[in-house]
Each structure stands twice: as C-alpha cells, then as structure tokens.
C-alpha cells in the first residue's frame, strides 16, 4: 500500500527529531536521541503529532541510534537500546494511531487517512572492518535485531538512512528483508561532488540497493535543497522504477557560542523541496533543523 501511493502522489516524510528535542529541552549533551522516549515520552509524542498536523504521511520513530547487538563495543548496552527502540517505536504508533491526518480520512498516504511508522535505523558509527573489529556478519545482526524489534512493535516500513558505506547500507537492507516483511527504504548522506565520503557514487548505491531488494532509494542530511537538487537528479536518472527519497538538512548549520542553529526560512525550504518534487521525488521531508512549520508548507504546495 505505502508504495502503491507513493506511484500515485508524493508522500510526505516529517521533520528532525533531534532538533526539534534539543529545542525542547529534552536531548542532554551526550546522549542519544532515542534516550527521550525513555525520559521524555511526551515530548517525542507531540513532535510526531505536529508533524502528523502539518501534513505528513510517513512519521520516523525516534530510533536512530538504538542499535542491538552483542557484538557493538564493549560499552554499549543492548538491553537498554532495545528499550529504547521498542519504546520509540510504539510512541509514534500511538501519534499516528490517535492523531487524524491533515485532511481527515481518505486524504492520508492510505485510502482509510493512515499514517504510517517507519523504524528509522542509522549507521553503526564505525567503518566495519576499517576502523572497528566489527564483520559484515556483526552488522547484519545488530540491523536484524533492530528490524525484528521494530516491527513487532507496529512499524510499517524501515527507513535506513546517513548511510556512507554502501556495503554498510546493504548489510541493513538484507537484514530488515530477512527479519520483517515490511517494506525497506535506504539513503544515503552525499557531499556537493555527488559521492560520500567513503567515495561511494549515486549510481554504485542505486545498483547496490537495488540488487539487496531495496523498495525505495534516496539521499538525505548533508546539504541543503538547493545543494541537493543534483544528487536528487542523478538518483532519479539512475533509479528508473525505484521511487526516490530527498530529506535535506535546513540549509547549513550556523554555529554560535550558544550551539548549533540552522537559518533557513520555511518558505525558502518548501520552494526547494517543491522544485525537487517537480523533477521526480516521490517521497519527500526533512532532515536537520527542519521543522514541522517546513511540512506543512510543503503540503501546502502539493496539495
């Protein structure tokens, strides 16, 4: 159902999360986002039902970095990361469940006006086999345990994304198709030149994702729309049938002595999106320091 739609009319991602805590006072420095859904329920909720209100059809659970898995670095805590994870997944299940879309039933990325619940399953953080003792077998176990988990809690479909190594992001497609049934959307982060850091092309990626079974492709974080729009363009020329994802960040991030801000207008986020649209993106939202108020305006434009 969620790519018959997404064939059909663009489906709308939400905004950051960790942003979105840092600016309610719930993210202390150091610790990982989903630590919120532990200690801030509340706040994590109501962020997903703005994004719910602004208009979007797809929220992302707060579940970026709760990896699981015996074989993480000696100070990880795999108990309390599935906690975390499982805790995160039925909070957005609750937002999307209880909060009516935008425009009532009928109108959501489902014909009943659903909502639906992405997982949303980052990079481990180390370059697996270059800069960790981790395996690809290692990898594959941690993204199998957060896909199982994940979908016995209610997710619809799993969002990998900030991706870089391309083997990475294929050892997180085959786990989340081994485990689950549900659906499996992948993107990576790339710079201005069209590549990753680790050097890896949209075409290698698209190929790559392709062939491990992925059901959408995309990029997101990094750059701004603007800056976006050519990756955008050379994943939808390299695609063909794989319905394409842009999430970029609001722009570049402003740092001051007070932290981190990002200064991008609404309007001016919406415009860039929208042009993206145009050229081809099927599932559209934001990254760092995009707001809910950005969705909407997006939705705006869309219809």
Do not use: W
């Not at 030149?193 to 959408?216: L, Q």
């Not at 990094?222 to 960040?249: F, H, R, T, W, Y």
């Not at 609001?250 to 609404?266: F, I, L």
Request: some cysteine; charged content about 20%.
């Amino acid at each position: 159902m969620i790519l018959d739609n997404s064939n059909k009319r663009t489906l709308l991602l939400d905004s950051a999360m960790g942003s979105a805590l840092i600016a309610a006072g719930a993210l202390p420095p150091g610790e990982g986002s989903e630590s919120a859904n532990l200690n801030f329920p509340n706040v994590v909720e109501g962020i997903h039902r703005e994004n719910i209100r602004a208009g979007c059809d797809i929220i992302t659970a707060n579940t970026f970095g709760a990896h699981i898995g015996a074989s993480l670095r000696k100070d990880a805590d795999p108990a309390a990361a599935e906690k975390g994870l499982r805790a995160g997944v039925r909070i957005a299940r609750k937002a999307a469940d209880a909060e009516p879309t935008a425009y009532g039933t009928g109108s959501g990325a489902a014909k009943d006006g659903r909502v639906y619940v992405a997982l949303d399953i980052g990079p481990i953080g180390d370059i697996i086999g270059l800069t960790s003792s981790l395996t690809h077998d290692d990898a594959r176990e941690v993204f199998a345990h957060m896909a199982a988990a994940g979908a016995d809690e209610g997710a619809d479909l799993v969002l990998i994304e900030t991706m870089s190594d391309v083997d990475e992001a294929v050892d997180a497609i085959l786990a989340a198709k081994a485990e689950t049934s549900l659906p499996v959307f992948c993107s990576m982060t790339f710079n201005a030149n069209g590549k990753t850091f680790m050097g890896v092309s949209t075409e290698k990626f698209v190929r790559a994702a392709a062939e491990a079974g992925a059901d959408a492709v995309g990029c997101n974080c990094s750059l701004g729309p603007a800056e976006m729009m050519p990756i955008a363009k050379a994943l939808i020329g390299a695609a063909v049938d794989i319905p394409v994802i842009a999430q970029p960040n609001a722009g570049q991030p402003q740092a001051t002595g007070e932290g981190v801000y990002y200064d991008m207008k609404p309007e001016e986020f919406s415009g860039g999106m929208y042009a993206m649209i145009t050229e081809g993106v099927r599932i559209a939202g934001g990254c760092c320091g995009t707001t809910p108020e950005m969705i909407a305006l997006l939705r705006e434009r869309i219809g």
